[in-house]
């Protein structure tokens, strides 16, 4: 018999364990559970619940190490990593991103297999039905991302039933359509706030995966449709998107991961703030432009003695220098008592709450973690336009949009294909900077095997980053170990 942890039990569970571990016989069946809608809810928060985990957080900044625009300091298996030291058994990122996704996975399986058992209208089983394919489909992307072609469940197996081959990405990134469409079937048309997915967020995540597997046309259309929508727009207040204060019903956000004090926290200011885990690189403080819209070897308002002076606002909103100090919303300033250094002499600004300074471990963070907003569909929008049919008004309207929100000068025009990509592949890395979405771009555009080179990690060591294997990574060793039909991917035999 299968069993299901109710609340917090089980589907609420945190714990890194297996998705097929069994559950212990001595909670609630799913003979028994599945009664009311109230139950139905229950399960579905939890299924929620595995966003919590590494993979959706503020710990995905790890993947801004990998792109180099961000130094770690706490000798974490992330730094071996991002030099190139990549091996089925590296724990990490190479664990964490497969057991956190099929755990996901697993409990969007279970409860698609047992909803239909409750007793509600065919409407909000519909509902509920999109709102797990949205998420299945979230999980699944996430692992193409990062493994390519992977194992396919579609609904919920036995431990010998999961031995199987992967599936090719092209399959799984199929089923991943496949349940978006029904989402966004099925979704309310209507913007996001209660932390549950709506047609927006199928809509936008539909939109990214096609852009990642370059069907330009396609993204370029979807993207276009939530734009025409009208739904979501740019939040006037580039800084207080970032926090608590600024999110309950922010306009921008389309999808997010939710915390809720005091029972729903993370550690993102102790670690951000205190333990001084994110490094911001000189990579990426130089690729902000100056205020009038040149780059800082080109424009002769760059100060290099004052490399504060004269920038594209969103710098100062994204990074600080170490030393500085802040000031809260009461205007009082607050300092650091960080209990560590950074190598770079940067510290993190963007999701930092001044207002929880100075920090000690009782500090809890309710910072939503956004992993869809409407500067993201613009930027693909105009991305994906681009490499259909070159830098048309409609490419220069939705990057110009981006760049109104903080003032910056609209893109010269008469920017040829080739000038017009390089423009917003950088406006992604400044408007995304320690938003984890920088190493999934510079893989899916190719240019990590020549940017990631270029690195120099504190301490002098340079990077590596070998075309023929690092664009994914291992299955763990774990995987490999258990299930023998699964095929190592190219490079880690």
Aim: net charge negative.
């Amino acid at each position: 018999m299968k069993f299901i942890a109710v609340g917090i039990i089980a589907l609420i569970s945190l714990s890194c364990s297996d998705f097929l571990d069994k559950n212990p016989l001595d909670q609630i069946s799913s003979e028994t559970f599945w009664q009311n809608e109230q139950e139905a809810k229950m399960a579905l928060t939890g299924v929620y619940s595995r966003l919590r985990a590494f993979t959706f957080t503020h710990k995905d900044t790890e993947f801004d190490i990998m792109a180099g625009d961000v130094c770690g300091n706490q000798g974490h298996s992330i730094i071996n990593i991002a030099q190139g030291n990549i091996e089925p058994n590296s724990g990490g990122i190479v664990s964490y991103i497969y057991s956190n996704c099929y755990a996901g996975i697993g409990s969007c399986n279970f409860f698609l297999e047992n909803i239909e058992k409750t007793p509600i209208s065919t409407e909000t089983l519909n509902v509920y039905k999109g709102e797990v394919c949205f998420l299945r489909a979230l999980f699944y992307f996430t692992l193409t991302e990062h493994y390519g072609g992977v194992p396919l469940y579609t609904s919920p197996v036995t431990i010998e039933e999961a031995k199987v081959k992967q599936s090719t990405k092209e399959e799984v990134v199929n089923q991943i359509l496949s349940d978006l469409d029904f989402a966004i079937a099925n979704l309310p048309d209507k913007t996001y706030s209660s932390g549950h997915a709506v047609k927006g967020s199928a809509m936008t995540l539909k939109a990214k995966v096609l852009l990642h597997n370059q069907r330009w046309q396609e993204s370029a259309e979807i993207a276009d449709q939530i734009i025409r929508d009208g739904k979501f727009s740019l939040y006037n207040d580039f800084r207080n998107l970032f926090l608590s204060s600024g999110q309950k019903n922010n306009p921008e956000i389309i999808f997010s991961t939710r915390y809720l004090n005091p029972d729903i926290y993370s550690d993102l200011d102790i670690r951000w703030s205190w333990h001084a885990v994110v490094e911001p690189r000189q990579e990426l403080v130089d690729a902000y432009e100056c205020a009038d819209g040149k780059p800082i070897d080109m424009s002769p308002l760059y100060d290099p003695s004052n490399w504060r002076l004269n920038r594209d606002p969103r710098l100062l909103m994204t990074i600080k220098a170490f030393e500085d100090s802040v000031y809260n919303s009461a205007g009082q300033k607050v300092g650091f008592n960080y209990n560590a250094v950074s190598a770079t002499g940067y510290s993190p600004v963007k999701y930092c709450n001044w207002d929880a300074l100075p920090i000690n471990y009782s500090t809890h963070s309710d910072q939503d973690w956004i992993l869809l907003r409407y500067a993201d569909v613009l930027l693909m929008y105009a991305e994906a336009r681009n490499e259909v049919s070159g830098p048309d008004a409609s490419v220069y309207d939705a990057i110009n949009k981006v760049r109104d929100r903080v003032n910056m000068p609209q893109l010269p025009t008469g920017l040829s294909k080739d000038e017009m990509r390089k423009r917003i592949r950088n406006e992604r890395r400044v408007e995304f900077a320690l938003e984890g979405i920088r190493w999934g771009d510079i893989k899916r555009w190719k240019t990590a095997e020549t940017y990631i080179p270029t690195l120099v990690d504190p301490g002098g060591k340079r990077r590596q980053f070998d075309p023929a294997k690092h664009y994914l990574l291992p299955f763990p060793q774990r995987e490999m170990d258990v299930n023998k039909n699964l095929i190592q991917n190219p490079g880690y035999n």
